[in-house]
C-alpha cells in the first residue's frame, strides 16, 4: 500500500514563526503537492513538485515556500506565519502524468496547524 | 480555481437508503475523479471515470459522465453508517494537478 506520511498531525504556532511542514512518501513517485483544505472552500492547491529541485506554484503559493531535496521528501515552508494560515494541510503524492494509474493522488492523514 | 461543484453541500440518510451527489465542472476533462475524506483525515482514492467512459461500478459505488453536461454523479447503494465522510470530486486534464471540488458531507444514521 502507497504511505504519505505526514510528520505532525497537530501544531500550534506563534505569529511570525518560521513553520515546517514534512511530507514523505514511499512509493517513487515522481509528483508531490501540498493542498490546504477550510471549510466552504474545499482543497486549493499551494505548490506542486514533479521532480527533485522542481517545483510549481499552485493556486495560492503566497506566504509559501517549498523544498525538495530527495524524491520521497516535499516540504512546506510558512517563513513568516500568520493567523490566516490556520488551515488543515494536506499532502499528496501520484505517478507522473500517463502512467497507467493516470494520476490518482495518494494522501497523507493531514496537519492541522493554528497559528495564534 | 475551482473546477467542480458538489451538490448537495450536504446529506442525511438512513442506513440501508442510497446517497446521490452531484458535481459539475467547468472545462474539458481527461479523467473524473471521486474521493472520500472521514473527518480530520487525509483524502482517499475511491474511483476514476475516463472522459470516454459514461459509467463505471465499484462494488456499491456507481459513477455516471456526462461529458455534454460536464456533470458527473456518485451513487453509494445500500449505504451504511461507515460511509459518513466527506465527498470530492476531482478533474484532471491534461496535466497531473487534479482540481477539487468543495465536496459533499454525508451522514448516514444508524
Known amino acids: 500500500d502507497v504511505k504519505v506520511t505526514q510528520s505532525s498531525r497537530y501544531l500550534v504556532k506563534r505569529t511570525g514563526e518560521k513553520v515546517f511542514l514534512e511530507c514523505v512518501q514511499d512509493m517513487d513517485h515522481e509528483n508531490m503537492f501540498w493542498y490546504r483544505q477550510d471549510p466552504g472552500l474545499g482543497l486549493r492547491l499551494i505548490y506542486f513538485?514533479?521532480?527533485?529541485?522542481?517545483?510549481e506554484k499552485g493556486d495560492i503559493p503566497e506566504g509559501y515556500s517549498v523544498s525538495r531535496e530527495k524524491k520521497e521528501r516535499f516540504s512546506l515552508i510558512l517563513e513568516s506565519a500568520s493567523t490566516n494560515q490556520t488551515s488543515m494541510y494536506l499532502c499528496?503524492?501520484?505517478?507522473?502524468?500517463?502512467?497507467?494509474?493516470?494520476?490518482?493522488?495518494?494522501f497523507g492523514a493531514g496537519t492541522r496547524l493554528s497559528v495564534l | 480555481s475551482q473546477q467542480g461543484e458538489e451538490d448537495p453541500q450536504a446529506l442525511s440518510i438512513q442506513e440501508g437508503e442510497n446517497a446521490t451527489m452531484n458535481c459539475s465542472y467547468k472545462?474539458?476533462?481527461?479523467?473524473l475523479q471521486w474521493y472520500r475524506q472521514n473527518s480530520g483525515r487525509g483524502l482517499v482514492h475511491l474511483i476514476l471515470i475516463r472522459s470516454n467512459e459514461r459509467e463505471k461500478h465499484s462494488g456499491r459505488l456507481r459513477v455516471t459522465l456526462d461529458t455534454s453536461k460536464k456533470s458527473s454523479s456518485l451513487l453509494i447503494t445500500a449505504s451504511r453508517a461507515a460511509d459518513t465522510a466527506s465527498y470530492f470530486c476531482a478533474t484532471a486534464s491534461n496535466t497531473d494537478k487534479l482540481i477539487f471540488g468543495t465536496g459533499t458531507r454525508l451522514q448516514v444514521f444508524p
Open positions: 499528496a503524492s501520484s505517478f507522473l502524468y500517463g502512467a497507467p494509474l493516470k494520476n490518482i493522488q495518494y
Open positions: 472545462t474539458s476533462i481527461n479523467n
Open positions: 513538485s514533479y521532480d527533485v529541485k522542481m517545483k
